[in-house]
């Protein structure tokens, strides 16, 4: 996987959002941020799947257009900020997890009501039956939101324990433990519901 960053990147292919080579990439940025609208509808169209998949995971497919939506508004605010150092997906990936926990918290304060999900089959090689994947939809929406998006990140977004590390701002190492605890409890929550 490629690096946005051209002094790292030899532009060979695309990285994992679909984003062009690290020059055309860089360019798009610029035109972001300088308010462009063509490149900030480029840049959306090639990332904002992956943010949704993401949102759906951690706020509920009933909310996770418009975090999607407000995760690119902040995106294009705050693009002149993007230095470079890392990816560009993971520092999208580290705006659109902590919106998320923005959005879930302030629900949290609003309403006692349980979140609610849609099942979204996670895996679309696999053939799961559809009470199956409910199953773990409710599982997955039980977990604390903080391990339910390192999970997310990890298991459907592929990222490396490095790149979650970047895109959440904690330590490597505490990726795998958070991870190993976030499998253990999703375990956990899924007997309880009576996964076989």
Request: charged fraction near 30%.
């Amino acid at each position: 996987m490629n690096n946005l960053n051209p002094r790292e990147d030899d532009g060979s292919k695309p990285d994992r959002f679909g984003l062009p080579d690290a020059a055309v990439t860089s360019e798009l940025i610029r035109g972001c941020a300088a308010g462009d609208r063509a490149a900030m509808q480029e840049i959306y169209e090639l990332c904002s799947d992956r943010v949704y998949s993401l949102m759906v995971r951690m706020v509920g497919q009933q909310d996770a257009d418009d975090v999607t939506q407000q995760v690119f508004m902040q995106m294009f605010r705050k693009l002149d900020q993007f230095s470079g150092e890392s990816k560009l997906e993971t520092w999208l990936y580290r705006l659109a997890t902590n919106e998320a926990l923005q959005f879930i918290r302030k629900r949290k304060r609003q309403t006692l009501e349980p979140i609610v999900s849609e099942p979204v089959s996670t895996a679309p090689d696999r053939r799961l039956k559809s009470e199956d994947i409910e199953m773990l939809e409710m599982g997955l929406s039980r977990l604390d939101p903080e391990l339910r998006a390192i999970l997310s990140l990890k298991e459907e977004q592929g990222l490396s324990y490095n790149e979650i590390a970047h895109a959440l701002e904690i330590p490597e190492g505490t990726v795998g433990s958070r991870l190993n605890r976030a499998r253990k409890e999703l375990r956990e929550e899924l007997l309880k519901l009576g996964w076989e």
